[in-house]
């Protein structure tokens, strides 16, 4: 038997629980991973809580809970290929990461993912990796940011957020980030330059950046999209990763799905050079699910959440 995080109804944190079940095995053409972290994602306990954006990912219940994950590969199917016993990896599986086993396809399928971990990368920084590194390297390469841009970044100081600033950063773009006047000098450390979020936020930022804003992504919602587009930003060069199919003002819908073949590892290389952090606002041990869920749920943690088993 093994340990897995269920839910048998949607609901929130109290829903969620740890279970035995039986151990997976890898199959034909399957990885088998021994989970030691799990990152948590908004998009975890929005699919358990809400079975309309469940069925969006093709999810029903009972199901598990997580995508990314980081471990050692203990099982190898037949005609498997890529990885062997012994590896440090990270990745995603949906519904499916906080356990103790992890089985993937290779090569992995759309709800799945798997890399490599670097070494010089712990295992919890890697779980971060997956949904937050991605995604924000998808919402940036969806405005087509360049060196010389100044650039709008809804929800900066979330999961996302955090690695969105730092790539822009070192895309060369100037970087304005929207967060709670809380979270002002956490910003500050990666380079942002925090703008209260709110009703006036398109007049905060004309007085802030007064020469104009190039682009902008929205990691939260729509109102840094309505923003921008009040600021005259052309509707090709906004991003939003979290309104939907069908974002305000033709601006561009994108997620972690759309970043580039080489994005985890020019993110992997940066963290390696300590040209990004990833800052880890807190660890919780599996048995503790409901809290690390209930805190992040709160929509105040500064930066990632990682589940360790």
Do not use: C
């Not at 809400?50 to 005609?79: C, H, K, L, Q, W």
């Not at 971060?128 to 929800?155: F, H, K």
């Amino acid at each position: 038997m093994s340990r897995a995080v269920v839910y048998e109804t949607f609901g929130g944190p109290e829903v969620l629980e740890l279970r035995e079940i039986p151990e997976p095995h890898a199959g034909p053409g399957e990885i088998r991973v021994r989970v030691t972290a799990a990152g948590l994602n908004p998009m975890d306990w929005g699919i358990a809580s809400r079975p309309e954006a469940a069925a969006r990912f093709g999810i029903t219940v009972p199901s598990g809970f997580g995508y990314d994950f980081a471990g050692v590969v203990d099982e190898v199917g037949t005609s498997a290929t890529g990885f062997a016993v012994g590896d440090r990896v990270h990745g995603g599986a949906l519904g499916r990461a906080a356990a103790d086993f992890v089985v993937v396809r290779t090569p992995t399928e759309a709800t799945e993912a798997l890399w490599h971990t670097p070494e010089g990368i712990s295992d919890e920084v890697a779980a971060t990796l997956p949904v937050a590194g991605m995604t924000a390297a998808a919402a940036l390469a969806a405005v087509d940011l360049r060196s010389g841009d100044t650039v709008l970044v809804g929800g900066a100081a979330g999961g996302v957020g955090v690695f969105a600033v730092q790539l822009a950063k070192l895309a060369g773009a100037r970087v304005i980030g929207t967060a709670a006047a809380s979270t002002f000098e956490f910003l500050r450390q990666f380079g942002a330059e925090p703008v209260a979020y709110g009703p006036g936020l398109a007049d905060r930022v004309r007085t802030l950046a007064p020469e104009g804003v190039t682009a902008a992504t929205d990691l939260f919602g729509i109102e840094t999209a309505e923003a921008a587009l009040a600021l005259g930003v052309p509707p090709e060069r906004i991003s939003t990763v979290a309104a939907g199919p069908n974002p305000p003002g033709g601006v561009r819908a994108t997620g972690g799905i759309d970043a580039g073949p080489d994005a985890m590892a020019r993110i992997s290389d940066a963290i390696l050079a300590g040209t990004i952090t990833v800052p880890i606002a807190a660890t919780f041990p599996i048995e503790q699910i409901r809290d690390a869920v209930t805190l992040q749920a709160g929509r105040h943690v500064h930066g990632k959440l990682v589940i360790t088993l």
